[in-house]
């Protein structure tokens, strides 16, 4: 009987934490070198990141039944990303305040806003926030991402051993 992970899903659950933290470090980056403010989708999504990113290195070194269920999660948490991404892409992008959508309540009742606002403070409303890079709005990549993820926690939640 095994002790941790496959190999295999240990790389695969590697590469997500990897990709989860490559994103937030680019909102960050944009943030601060190119003076994109964040709107409370946009630090909710940090926050599914991370916890993505956390659980997925968790996961890599867990024993398999462990890093399976922690594939499943990551699956989980990565579809509440994508109707996150999708709602602000939809609908927050589209209004003239997002104060008192879930995102703001929750990041508010969070206090993270607050203890860590250099990355999870709110300073821009939704529509101002909607920003494209390339020619795409900034959600709709981090939905891409987040299905991206998706797919990959389903492959290691599929993965033997």
Same mark, same amino acid.
């Given at each position: 009987?095994?002790?941790?992970?496959?190999?295999?899903r240990?790389?695969?659950?590697?590469?997500?934490?990897?990709?989860c933290?490559?994103?937030?470090?680019?909102?960050?980056?944009?943030q601060?070198?190119?003076?994109?403010?964040?709107c409370?989708?946009?630090?909710?999504?940090?926050?599914i990141?991370?916890?993505?990113?956390?659980?997925?290195?968790? *996961?890599?070194?867990?024993?398999?039944?462990? @890093?399976? /269920? +922690?594939?499943?999660l990551?699956a989980?948490?990565? %579809?509440?990303g #994508?109707?996150?991404?999708?709602?602000?892409?939809?609908?927050?992008?589209?209004?003239?305040?997002?104060?008192?959508?879930?995102?703001?309540?929750?990041?508010?009742?969070?206090?993270?806003?607050?203890?860590?606002?250099?990355?999870?403070?709110?300073? *821009?409303?939704c529509?101002?926030?909607a920003? @494209?890079v /390339? +020619?795409?709005?900034?959600?709709i990549?981090s939905? %891409?991402?987040? #299905?991206?993820v998706?797919?990959?926690?389903?492959?290691?939640?599929?993965?033997?051993?």
């Amino acid at each position: 009987m095994t002790t941790h992970a496959s190999p295999a899903r240990r790389r695969l659950l590697l590469l997500i934490a990897l990709f989860c933290f490559g994103a937030i470090g680019l909102a960050l980056i944009s943030q601060y070198a190119f003076d994109m403010a964040p709107c409370a989708w946009c630090v909710l999504q940090r926050l599914i990141y991370l916890g993505i990113g956390i659980l997925a290195l968790v *996961a890599a070194y867990a024993p398999p039944l462990a @890093s399976r /269920l +922690g594939a499943l999660l990551i699956a989980v948490l990565s %579809a509440c990303g #994508v109707a996150a991404a999708w709602y602000q892409y939809s609908v927050a992008s589209k209004m003239l305040s997002c104060d008192q959508t879930f995102a703001d309540r929750f990041m508010s009742a969070s206090g993270l806003d607050g203890a860590l606002p250099s990355v999870f403070g709110i300073f *821009a409303t939704c529509m101002d926030a909607a920003v @494209s890079v /390339l +020619g795409i709005e900034y959600a709709i990549w981090s939905l %891409a991402l987040f #299905v991206v993820v998706f797919f990959m926690a389903i492959a290691a939640l599929r993965m033997r051993a």
